[in-house]
């Protein structure tokens, strides 16, 4: 895939540059709590800002569905963003039209503004190319710094990379770079490890996968209804029965196309899903009483996993173990992830994760850091996973 970078901007001192970001922000009682997603963006804002361009911020806040509300407004989130950028930002409420030429009159070169919340408009979910071409009058490029939301065919997301030259920002860049590293053209063997509490929310996830990796390790509730297709008991476990088909057919074509399915054959038990349960212990798979509930990976089917990272020089990783927020369940996630991230410092393993349940159990165990790459984006991140087509990240594609 080719996309024209910043790297190929010309002289953009006194143009506008209509910038496409994620600020659906985190909010309590009024104030952002996390500015992640202002922090990936500020190297593409200030790059554009120190190169003498007006830079108006699009983004949208919540779900608004194509009306004003005061809550939903991204006045909130100025003060965070001037926060990260360390400059001041002027805060426009509407999206095009004369407030927004005369905003663009108003700034110097290198100024930065951003403008309402884009889902005020009814047009920008239905990407309608009327709203975008009254935006994109107002820009000499764009450039789409959202990797989050390219997963969406909207207005600001789709609609206006083919109205203007149209970038992708260091955020996108360095993500797309990645995912190409993962997936696309990963060095082998590859592993994916894909989490979470149901199978059927990521069907189409391990579909594509099982025809991409060599190796692919199946954890959380998920893994209970794999084990259940396989004629397990697993107790109270969360486990989705009706989906033991499903499992079979996903299994049989790993088979088919070479790829070694993981699941675990010891596993952490309780009899409660509380911390540090009296009833807590460690047991065979196939040793899981009636009234017990898996919630965990063992210690050994652990050791053997870290064994097969051992053996990659890719891994994508999505979801957690088990159900790591609460302790002591959170042993098999923390020590698989040390092992990535100890892989991944001596070189021998490119690593990237992404989905926020990923990213908050990385953080957990200490190790964001020491991936190679970890995204913020769900939606967008679950989508690539499948193998889906990202219309904002299409729009980008040139030649």
Same mark, same amino acid.
């Given at each position: ?8 901007? #010309?002289? /953009?001192t006194g143009k506008?540059?209509?910038?496409r970001?994620? %600020?659906?922000?985190?909010?309590h009682? #009024? ?6 997603r /202002?922090r990936?963006? *500020? ?7 120190d190169?003498?361009?007006k830079?108006?911020?699009? =983004? +949208? ?5 194509? !009306?004003?509300?005061s ?5 909130? @989130?100025?003060g ?12 426009v409420?509407?999206?095009?039209g ?7 009159g108003?700034?110097?070169p ?7 919340n884009?889902r005020? &408009?009814?047009?920008?979910?239905k ?7 009254a935006? !994109? ?12 939301a390219? +997963?969406?065919? +909207?207005?600001?997301?789709e #609609?206006l990379a ?5 970038? *992708? ?9 990645a995912?190409?590293?993962a ?6 063997p590859?592993a994916? %490890?894909? $989490?979470?509490?149901?199978v ?8 594509n ?5 060599? +190796? ?14 396989r004629?397990?008991?697993? $107790? ?8 033991a088909a499903?499992c079979?057919e996903i ?9 070694t ?11 409660e ?20 509930m ?8 652990v050791?053997?996993?870290g064994?097969v990272?051992?053996t990659?020089?890719?891994?994508v &990783? ?5 159900a790591?927020e609460t302790?002591?369940?959170d042993? =098999? ?6 092992? *990535?991230? *100890?892989?991944?410092?001596? #070189?021998?393993?490119?690593? @990237? ?10 953080h957990?165990?200490g ?14 991140? %679950?989508? &690539?996973m ?8 299409? =729009?980008?594609?040139?030649?």
């Amino acid at each position: 895939m080719k996309f024209r970078t910043l790297d190929d901007l #010309g002289d /953009v001192t006194g143009k506008v540059a209509l910038v496409r970001v994620d %600020l659906n922000l985190p909010m309590h009682d #009024g104030a952002v709590t996390e500015d992640s997603r /202002v922090r990936a963006s *500020a190297p593409t804002i200030l790059e554009l800002a120190d190169k003498g361009a007006k830079v108006l911020l699009l =983004a +949208h806040f919540g779900r608004p569905k194509g !009306a004003r509300n005061s809550e939903q407004s991204l006045s909130m @989130v100025v003060g965070a963003v001037e926060a990260v950028l360390g400059r001041e930002v002027m805060f426009v409420p509407e999206i095009a039209g004369d407030v927004v030429a005369q905003t663009i009159g108003i700034l110097g070169p290198g100024g930065i503004a951003i403008l309402e919340n884009t889902r005020f &408009w009814p047009g920008e979910e239905k990407n309608d190319p009327a709203l975008a071409k009254a935006i !994109a009058a107002h820009g000499d490029i764009y450039v789409n710094d959202a990797f989050s939301a390219a +997963h969406r065919a +909207h207005a600001t997301t789709e #609609g206006l990379a083919h109205l203007l030259p149209a970038y *992708a920002g260091r955020s996108m860049q360095a993500e797309l770079a990645a995912l190409a590293a993962a997936l696309d053209n990963p060095a082998k063997p590859v592993a994916a %490890l894909v $989490g979470g509490a149901k199978v059927s929310s990521k069907l189409d996830v391990l579909q594509n996968l099982v025809n991409k990796v060599d +190796h692919l390790i199946i954890g959380g509730g998920m893994a209970n209804t794999f084990l259940a297709a396989r004629g397990v008991a697993v $107790g109270k476990s969360l486990c989705e029965h009706d989906l033991a088909a499903t499992c079979e057919e996903i299994m049989t074509a790993a088979d088919k196309a070479g790829c070694t399915v993981h699941l675990p054959y010891d596993v952490v038990v309780a009899k409660e899903f509380a911390a540090n349960p009296p009833s807590l212990r460690t047991a065979n798979v196939h040793e899981v009483a009636a009234d017990e509930m898996i919630l965990d990976i063992g210690p050994a089917a652990v050791e053997s996993l870290g064994d097969v990272l051992k053996t990659c020089r890719t891994l994508v &990783w999505n979801g957690p173990l088990g159900a790591f927020e609460t302790p002591p369940f959170d042993a =098999a996630t923390v020590a698989l992830a040390r092992t *990535a991230a *100890a892989l991944t410092r001596e #070189g021998s393993l490119v690593s @990237v994760a992404g989905g926020g349940d990923t990213v908050a159990a990385l953080h957990h165990a200490g190790v964001a850091g020491d991936f190679s790459y970890i995204s913020t984006a769900g939606g967008a991140f %679950l989508e &690539w996973m499948e193998g889906r087509e990202l219309p904002g990240v299409k =729009a980008l594609e040139v030649g």
